[in-house]
């Protein structure tokens, strides 16, 4: 549990992740998403990155709702809690949401004033199969952030399969669910990334 919320603390940098409203107290909004084709994210006989990279470009879309709606609301409302559920497996969530209260505690200052998406780029599958995926990432939470994410180790995402019971918004259009988003303090792959 230590590791995994050094790693999900370590995600917002050494300045926190807090945000104020607006100046002109307008709700942010994220950027639209519209589509006429529906992407299909059945799980392919061969697990590649280019098939994680179009999920997590689905989870970061998500993580960007998770965090407009705790602006949006300025609390972790039961919708906010409800995106976590559907992004994350147990012991991120509970991670989570602990970072969480404290950046509201902190007054939310370093959010961005529009929170984006996260960008993630798969720069290594390191196993594949149909109950945990973990890769090697460029994960860029800046646009979430109201200054540059700060430089850390080699980060690493683990996937493992959705819970469909922790999804009763039906919000995350996956069949996968993170178990792992962050990194180790030696930089290497997490142990037991796949634990839910």
Same mark, same amino acid.
């Given at each position: 549990m230590l590791a995994t919320l050094v790693s999900l603390t370590a995600c917002w940098g #050494?300045?926190?992740?807090q945000r104020t409203a607006d100046k002109d107290g307008a709700s942010p909004t994220g950027p639209s998403s519209t589509t006429s084709t529906t992407v299909s994210y059945a799980v392919p006989a061969t697990i590649d990155a280019a098939y994680v990279e179009k999920v997590m470009k689905a989870l970061d879309?998500?993580?960007?709702?998770?965090?407009? =709606?705790?602006?949006t609301d300025h609390a972790m409302s039961d919708r906010?809690?409800? =995106?976590?559920?559907?992004l994350y497996s147990k012991t991120p969530f509970e991670g989570y949401q602990v970072v969480w209260r404290k950046s509201l505690n902190d007054g939310l200052k370093s959010i961005a004033p529009q929170p984006g998406d996260p960008l993630?780029?798969? =720069?290594?599958?390191? &196993?594949a199969s149909p109950t945990c995926?973990?890769? &090697?990432?460029?994960?860029?939470? #800046?646009?979430?952030?109201?200054r540059r994410q700060d430089e850390s180790p080699q980060r690493f995402v683990a996937l493992i399969p959705k819970d469909p019971a922790r999804d @009763?918004?039906?919000?995350?259009?996956? @069949?996968?669910?993170? #178990?792992?988003?962050?990194?180790? =303090?030696?930089?290497?792959?997490?142990?037991?990334?796949?634990?839910p």
């Open positions: #050494s300045g926190g992740h879309h998500l993580y960007g709702d998770a965090v407009r =709606q705790l602006v906010f809690i409800k =995106q976590l559920l559907a993630t780029h798969i =720069q290594a599958v390191l &196993q995926v973990v890769v &090697q990432v460029d994960r860029d939470l #800046s646009p979430t952030l109201a @009763p918004l039906i919000a995350n259009p996956t @069949p996968w669910t993170m #178990s792992f988003d962050g990194y180790t =303090q030696t930089g290497k792959v997490p142990e037991g990334p796949c634990e």
